[in-house]
Each structure stands twice: as C-alpha cells, then as structure tokens.
C-alpha cells in the first residue's frame, strides 16, 4: 500500500523562525512535490523535485526552500517563517511522468504567530 | 493556469445526485479527480483521457468533453462517504498538474 507520511500534523512556530516540514515517500516515486492549500486557492505548488539534489521552482516558491538528499525524502524550508505562511502544507509524490498521479501526505497544518 | 470548478459548493441529503464540473481555458488532453475528506489526505479518484471512455469509482462517475474543455464528476444516490472536497487536476505546460480550488460536498442524512 502506497503511503506519503509528513513529520508533522500540526506545527506552531514564532515568526522569524526556520522551520523545517520533511516528507517521506516509500514507493520509490522519482517525483515529489510541495504545495500550500489555502481557502478558495486549492493547492498551489511551491518546489518541485524530479530526482535526488533536483529542484523546481514551482508558482510561489518565494519565502521557501527545499531540500532531497535521499529519494524517499523530500523537506520545505521556511527560512525566516512569516504570518502569511500559516497555511496547510501538503506533500505528494508520483511515478516517472509528473502528470503521473499523484500520492498526497496527510498534511502539516502551519501557524505562525 | 488553474481550472475552474463549479459550484465552489453543494449540500446534498442522502440518496440525492449532484454534478461537479471542472473548466479548463485551453484544449485539455486529461483531468484527474481527488477527493479529500476532512482532516485528511486528497485521494486520487480517476483520471479521464483524451477520447477514453467514462469512467466510475464506486457510484462517483465521470466523463471528459473535449470540445467544451471540461469533466463533469457525477455523484449518484450520495452517501454520507461522500462529503468532502473534491478537486480536479489538469496537466500545465510543464505537464505537471494545475489544481482547481476544490467544490466542498456535503452529505447530510
């Protein structure tokens, strides 16, 4: 059974905080993705990662950064955590083809104080 | 550039129907379908392919019409598994996937 587990389901930070959010994925999926899910917004993508060390900017990946040292792992960087990056954070990872489907993490629901 | 799903809403009782477009700007080729329940992960539904036949989940069925850029998902005699967002995915340029803002259905008995 294919599975995407996220560090976190709820996570409280200060502003000006780094933050780290990890991934993991065990199906062996060359791709992965970070995206924030906010009201009447849907799911909008912040990096994307097509192989080890391999990175994408998606469309709004200013405040973010990630990083993939092993295949199955897959972390979103907040540098200096902000209030207007409290949101829902969800991973996800698909086979060889991005518009593959794809396989979502539960999520890390973010508050910045 | 996202799709556009329609209603951003609907409210069902048990047993009712209710029908879920997704609207794309450009010639769409294919469109995934997600449900996600509350507090949890969106889980893919299906995906509609280009001249493919409808295709079914359960009694959540779907179909794709190319000259009108859209899907339509149909829920027939809803559940109360039901509730939920449901999104659509449609592929970019960059043949990653654009996600509409999800239609929020709720089933209540």
């Known amino acids: 059974d294919v599975k995407v587990t996220q560090s976190s389901r709820y996570l409280v930070k200060r502003t000006g905080e780094k933050v780290f959010l990890e991934c993991v994925q065990d199906?062996?999926?060359?791709?992965m993705f970070w995206y924030r899910q906010d009201p009447g917004l849907g799911l909008r993508l912040i990096y994307f990662?097509?192989?080890?060390?391999?990175?994408e900017k998606g469309d709004i990946p200013e405040g973010y950064s990630v990083s993939r040292e092993k295949k199955e792992r897959f972390s979103l960087i907040l540098e200096s955590a902000s209030t207007n990056q409290t949101s829902m954070y969800l991973c996800?990872?698909?086979?060889?083809?991005?518009?593959?489907?794809?396989?979502f993490g539960p999520g890390t629901r973010l508050t910045v104080l | 550039q996202q799709p556009v799903q329609s209603p951003q809403a609907v409210i069902l009782r048990e047993g009712e129907d209710a029908v879920i477009n997704c609207s794309s700007s450009?010639?769409?080729?294919?469109v995934h379908w997600y449900r996600q329940k509350h507090g949890e992960a969106p889980v893919f539904l299906m995906i509609?392919?280009?001249?493919?036949e409808q295709k079914g989940h359960e009694k959540i069925s779907a179909s794709f019409n190319e000259k009108k850029q859209q899907s339509s998902l149909y829920l027939t005699a809803s559940q109360l598994s039901y509730s939920g967002t449901y999104f659509c995915?449609?592929?970019?340029?960059?043949?990653?996937?654009?996600f509409g803002a999800g239609t929020t259905v709720t089933v209540r008995a």
């Open positions: 996800a990872s698909s086979p060889r083809q991005v518009s593959d489907t794809q396989y």
């Open positions: 199906m062996d999926h060359e791709n």
């Open positions: 990662s097509y192989d080890v060390k391999m990175k």
């Open positions: 450009k010639a769409l080729y294919s």
């Open positions: 509609l392919l280009k001249g493919g």
């Open positions: 995915g449609t592929p970019r340029a960059d043949y990653k996937l654009s």
